[in-house]
């Protein structure tokens, strides 16, 4: 079970590292087309005592995926069967888009870190949203007790300005609700320019309202709705952000995307600062994002859900974010570093602890 760490060390390591997230991520799915992960998929399935319902939703484990990994829904089959609860596709826009130049992948392997600037790289809502559909069709197909889940989230095309940024989330609202189980607001990467003024409660209240009022028509149903915020707020902006969504009775908020910090990293200064600008995810985050979830707990009703991300590294991470009031815990960068039975190995734990 320890093989993939030696894999990263002294391969992946060797390799560009976006050129070494297709590399593995095309390896799982080919896994899945050619049936070796549904061959495989009960020694990955989390146990039974894990199930919760969040939302109105029957999740399989509280631990999924987090957006970012899986950007064009290519791989949820895959991810679902190496032991995800839930897996949250995107950051998918209105239109496509190729993102920002390469390089914009960066690891910082002694912070067990990520640095990135890709800007939402996606091909599109219309595209992504008959990916998301099929997949969850077979999901629906494949699984007969409850399955894993499928969140899907939105952003703004960088070619959009910002006046016209709600249009452009209702675009890919439009194509994507009918298929997603949730759908999540993303106004808090920091590598679309702009992007996060649209956390001020003014640029909130009519983005939220309008892509919520369009999400349950579009389904046909009431979509549980989320918007994902940023590490970098104050106190004070988070205690905002809290009562604007309990004022309109939102589903729920995600805490927290990557953050534009370098404070506290072992990793050379010099190294860092040339790699330049990008949100950084992975263990540095563990403590702001805690502390986010905390905050956001004691502001918001009971009833409301909280997913909480960032630095999340182990099943212990997992049970801290429960145990301060989160309803349910995502993962990425550790993925990177720890591989293929990484969910299924926090599930494990999770079910003798929990």
Known sequence: MRIYPLVFKHVFTKMDPEKAHY?????????????????????????????????G??????????????????????????????????????????GNELPRLFRLVEDRAVINR???????AETVAARVATARQQLKSDYTGTRPVIGVNIGKTKVVELEDAIGD?????????????????????????????????????????????LADQVAGRHLPLLVKIAPDLSDEDVADVAKLATELNLDGIIATNTTITRDGLSSDSARVEEIGAGGLSGAPLKRRSLEVLRQLRELVPAQMTLIAVGGVENADDVKARLDAGADLVQGYTAFLYEGPFWARAINKELARTL
């Not at 593995?24 to 919760?52: E, H, M, N, S, Y």
């Not at 890709?118 to 599109?124: K, L, P, Q, R, S």
């Not at 997603?180 to 996060?196: E, F, I, K, Q």
């Open 23 to 55: 590399f593995a991520f095309d390896a799982i799915k080919l896994a899945q087309r050619v049936g070796l992960t549904k061959a495989v998929r009960k020694f990955f399935a989390p146990d039974p005592k894990l199930r919760r319902t969040v939302m």
């Open 118 to 124: 890709m800007g939402f790289n996606n091909e599109g």
């Open 57 to 98: 939703i029957d999740f399989p484990s509280p631990f999924g995926l987090a957006a970012g990994f899986d950007k064009g829904a290519t791989g949820i089959l895959a991810l679902s069967d190496i032991g995800f609860g839930h897996v949250e596709i995107g950051t998918v826009t209105g239109q496509a888009q190729p």
């Open 169 to 213: 989330y209702l675009e890919s609202t439009r194509q994507l609700a009918n298929h997603a189980d949730y759908l999540v607001v993303n106004v808090s990467s920091p590598n679309t320019p702009g992007l996060r003024l649209l956390q001020s409660v003014e640029s909130l209240r009519p983005l939220l309202s309008e892509v919520g009022a």
